[in-house]
């Protein structure tokens, strides 16, 4: 079974920074994505980034794209969700997760990862 451990969430003042770990133990494979989602309540959840084992290419929501930088290390195996510039709309539960198979493709919808973390809280206040 995959584990995903979440951590680095927080309160922060709008025009800051967080940076988020997810660490990964279990089988993973390189081919597959890891990505972050993020909900916020009475919202759906909403893709935000996601990267390959294998690659170092990031994949980025429009609304973040710019701000938010997404890497790994993989003797680590821990992804990392850099957030610059937060904004009070980027206030949601934090959720890492990993595909449930190889895709070539850039969807990211949710119902294409089987693994998720437990969450973690990012609040920012304006």
């Known amino acids: 079974q995959v584990q995903l451990v979440e951590s680095g969430g927080g309160l922060v003042q709008a025009g800051g920074s967080l940076r988020l770990s997810c660490a990964a133990s279990?089988?993973?494979?390189?081919?597959?994505?890891m990505g972050w989602f993020r909900q916020a309540p009475g919202k759906e959840r909403e893709f935000v980034a996601a990267i390959r084992w294998s690659a170092s290419i990031g994949y980025y929501a429009d609304s973040v794209k710019g701000r938010f930088t997404i890497s790994r290390d993989n003797a680590k195996n821990t992804v990392y969700l850099q957030m610059n510039s937060l904004k009070p709309e980027d206030t949601a539960v934090y959720y890492c997760a990993k595909s449930k198979r190889y895709y070539s493709g850039s969807d990211f919808s949710a119902n294409r990862f089987d693994y998720w973390g437990q969450g973690t809280q990012v609040t920012v206040s304006s």
């Open positions: 279990g089988r993973t494979f390189n081919g597959y994505f």
